[in-house]
């Protein structure tokens, strides 16, 4: 695809072409295209000291406040948390199919099964209130 594009690329009014070798970029500052070597290609990214953006401007460090970085550490916790429980729940299933008819594995899977379902209980309690906390910060204090 670079053939194609430096077929197109401009670097002046006069429609100079790049030379060969080289690749055709536009440059989102200037708003020009520019024939540029392929090592210093950003394709996308700029590099150079014109750049006046940040990785904040692409999503890779966004300025978030306190309480935008508290409910996600808080979703991300519990969300593990969740993972957790269910898997209790699976690993009482399983040993409940394979206790064989023996009663105090049943016993002992069908407890797993109970506590597994109340810790997701427990989690998603504690997500909705959590949730609801940071929502009334949220518009209190905007």
């Not at 594009?5 to 670097?11: E, L, R, W």
């Not at 978030?64 to 508290?70: F, G």
């Not at 808080?74 to 023996?102: C, D, E, P, Q």
């Amino acid at each position: 695809m670079p053939a194609i594009a430096n077929a197109d690329c401009h670097t002046s009014p006069e429609n100079e072409k790049c030379s060969s070798g080289k690749i055709c970029e536009y440059n989102t500052i200037t708003n020009a295209w520019e024939c540029i070597a392929p090592s210093d290609a950003g394709y996308g990214i700029r590099s150079d000291e014109t750049f006046e953006g940040s990785f904040s401007d692409i999503s890779v460090q966004g300025d978030t406040d306190l309480k935008s970085t508290t409910a996600q550490i808080i979703n991300i916790v519990l969300g593990f948390l969740g993972i957790v429980a269910v898997i209790i729940i699976l690993a009482g299933g399983f040993k409940w199919m394979t206790a064989g008819g023996n009663e105090d594995k049943v016993a002992e899977a069908r407890q797993m099964i109970i506590q597994g379902v109340i810790g997701l209980v427990i989690i998603f309690a504690s997500w909705a209130i959590a949730s609801f906390v940071i929502t009334q910060l949220r518009t209190s204090t905007t």
